[in-house]
Nanobody, 119 residues
Framework: VQLVESGGGLVQAWGSLRLSCAVA????MGWFRQAPGKEREAVAS????????TYGDSVKGRFTMSRDYANKMVYLQMASLKPEDRGVYYC?????????????????WGQGTQVTVSS
């Protein structure tokens, strides 16, 4: 599965940003992020059915993941951004049937897009 992220950039704290990921196949999808010196963290996942979604505790209520099958895209709408949300955000695809935040269950990864949040 080929994945291409876009939409990263610099945003002020409490601002919003939307990340996009072009998806070449039909898969459970996830967003992950990695800050310098830290492990990769699960942000959100969406299943084959769009109402099957799950979020990491640090982003619940602020981030929303969605998918558009017609245009073969998945999105991560981020709101109320905090400086600790900064990092490289990766789109990933899993062979599971349900949304999952387990990084080991993802086998295809995009190249990542940088998100920087200024305080």
């Amino acid at each position: 599965v080929q994945l291409v992220e876009s939409g990263g950039g610099l945003v002020q704290a409490w601002g919003s940003l939307r990340l996009s990921c072009a998806v070449a196949g039909l898969s459970v999808m996830g967003w992950f992020r990695q800050a310098p010196g830290k492990e990769r963290e699960a942000v959100a996942s969406i299943g084959l059915l769009s109402d099957n979604r799950t979020y990491g505790d640090s982003v619940k209520g602020r981030f929303t993941m969605s998918r558009d099958y017609a245009n073969k895209m998945v999105y991560l709408q981020m709101a109320s951004l905090k400086p600790e949300d900064r990092g490289v955000y990766y789109c990933a695809a899993s062979r599971r049937y349900w949304a999952t935040l387990v990084v080991e269950e993802y086998i295809d990864w995009g190249q990542g897009t940088q998100v920087t949040v200024s305080s």
